[in-house]
DNA sequence: CAGGAAATGAGAAGCTTTCGCATGCGCTGG
DNA sequence: CCAGCGCATGCGAAAGCTTCTCATTTCCTG
């Protein structure tokens, strides 16, 4: 199970890791800071430090498990890399993110990086807006 | 003068927030940190507090007069506000930053915020790739 | 199962950014 | 032109997120 991935990107296996991916897996699509894991593995239970919550994190997302985001508000949250590249859309009123994917958007980027003698790596692509259901009272709750 | 756009955004004319204003225009298209303008301004003699460039800039930013941005390296930089919008391409070797903008790719996001039940805010599209002049030795100058 | 390397937890430290407060300065009304 | 109020400043302290240090524990190979 998680142990390969885990195993695959030359870590051992140890149970904070495990726990981590695990509750990353139930986080489904959403976006989860550093602090918010530490927090929930402890009401789980765990015995895990705020450090090693951190740690993990980064090598996942150097092992490509996990990718890491920062947004405007300054700390960085984190999902489950699930293969398919996205971008977002975040409401300033109440933080929701939804994903988005966009072929004309994607295709242009590349055309841009190109013309201007770039070798393209990654992007990041947020758009910023209050969304429909803003009566939403829960102004950042991190 | 400068004093004019000062005044406008309903600040004080003081020696800081004029020695700023310079120096940003004196940078043109160089996107600069609070750091840096403290740094600048020390150096051509200027006694300013680096609380107070940031204070500053942020003042200038809620007044539109400059805007800040920020890239995956954590810290924020400073920019004019020319009037029009543009989005960035990185060069995660050597720093460079280059603007551009593509009607495309904002009229895309336009309609996937239309589409999604969005008023549409803002956006931050950044690019990240490497420079064909990747020779560039001076990594993050800062 | 033993030994060595890697991982962990706790707290300290780092970095950017903000705050609090006493002092100083720009600006308006006299 | 001057006085006085209040905003602006500078300094140091502090906040918030993230990383580092280091002694201790855990994993894994042989």
Do not use: W
Not at 105 to 131: F, N, P, V
Request: proline fraction near 1%.
């Amino acid at each position: 199970m998680e142990d390969q991935e885990i195993r695959k990107a030359g870590l051992k296996v140890t149970a904070p890791r495990l726990k981590i991916l695990e509750l990353l897996e139930k986080c489904g699509e959403r976006h989860v800071s550093a602090e918010e894991v530490y927090r929930l593995l402890l009401a789980d239970g765990e015995e895990i430090g705020l450090a090693t919550v951190y740690r993990v994190l980064t090598q996942f997302e150097a092992a490509g498990l996990v990718e890491r985001h920062k947004f405007e508000d300054g700390y960085s949250v984190f999902e489950l890399n699930r293969g398919e590249h996205h971008d977002h859309i975040v409401c300033v009123t109440c933080g929701k993110v939804e994903e988005f994917l966009d072929e004309t958007i994607e295709q242009r980027q590349r055309e841009i990086a190109a013309e201007r003698g770039y070798e393209i790596g990654d992007h990041s692509l947020i758009i910023y807006g209050r969304c429909r259901d803003s009566e939403c009272p829960n102004r950042s709750k991190k």
